[in-house]
């Protein structure tokens, strides 16, 4: 059974640092991984969306990783800012979307 | 507007009702999910929809129904409310299956629901 996981729980940094959001997954056989970010009381937006044959994708100050030999993403944040503040999801996908638990990113001005 | 919808947004009903919670999108997308996010618990998939008249359980299912007779609309019916089914509820959609790879999900602004 897959199993996603998000290391930290929660992650506090001053504005203007960069950082790593980590997501690990258990079974290597999935088609995508897709990262996302939900802030308080709001649905989910979807950020990146790599593919398995992929090995990263970028989106202005994010870039996302993939190695599913590893059963490793990790999600690059450059250059925080305070609007970069919520909770952000890995979710793999391979017979259905499994969802990590999530890691509650906090930028302080 | 185009997007994903759901209404309503607010549902405080009692133990043992019926409810429906209901979602709609303007892509045409082929399919449809049902999640719930609960503390502790993250998301969970409750049900999802490849196509109209096309619909199969998640991780989930007990409790609920859904039904998917237009393609633009993905209803989740709570038969019998149960204070257990407390939840934010979403639905998301994607758009195509070629294979079984999907595209990317996108998921409307959820449904906070309390079965008192």
């Known amino acids: 059974k897959q199993e996603v996981t998000q290391i930290p729980a929660a992650l506090s940094v001053p504005e203007g640092e960069n950082l790593v959001l980590n997501c690990s997954f258990t079974?290597?056989?999935?088609?995508?991984l897709q990262w996302f970010r939900q802030d308080p009381g709001k649905g989910l937006t979807s950020l990146l969306l790599?593919?398995?044959?992929?090995r990263e994708q970028t989106s202005g100050r994010l870039n996302a990783s993939l190695d599913k030999s590893s059963g490793r993403s990790t999600l690059y944040i450059a250059a925080s800012q305070p609007g970069d503040s919520a909770t952000y999801l890995c979710?793999?996908?391979?017979?259905?979307?499994?969802f990590g638990q999530g890691t509650e990113l906090s930028v302080k001005p | 507007d185009a997007g994903i919808t759901q209404s309503p947004r607010y549902k405080i009903t009692e133990t043992g009702r019926q409810v429906t919670l209901m979602c709609h999108q303007t892509?045409?997308?082929?399919?449809m999910f049902w999640y719930r996010q609960d503390l502790g618990h993250g998301l969970r998939l409750i049900y999802y929809?490849?196509?109209?008249?096309?619909?199969d359980k998640g991780e989930v299912p007990d409790g609920y129904v859904v039904s998917r007779s237009k393609t633009e609309n993905f209803p989740l019916t709570l038969e019998s409310a149960t204070r257990s089914q407390t939840s934010v509820y979403f639905c998301?959609?994607?758009?195509?299956?070629?294979?079984?790879?999907?595209?990317?999900?996108?998921f409307g602004p959820g449904t906070r629901l309390t079965v008192l």
């Open positions: 998301a959609s994607s758009g195509s299956g070629v294979g079984r790879t999907l595209d990317e999900q996108f």
């Open positions: 079974d290597s056989a999935i088609y995508n």
């Open positions: 790599i593919q398995s044959s992929q």
């Open positions: 979710a793999v996908l391979g017979g259905k979307l499994i």
């Open positions: 892509w045409s997308h082929s399919y």
């Open positions: 929809s490849a196509a109209a008249d096309i619909t």
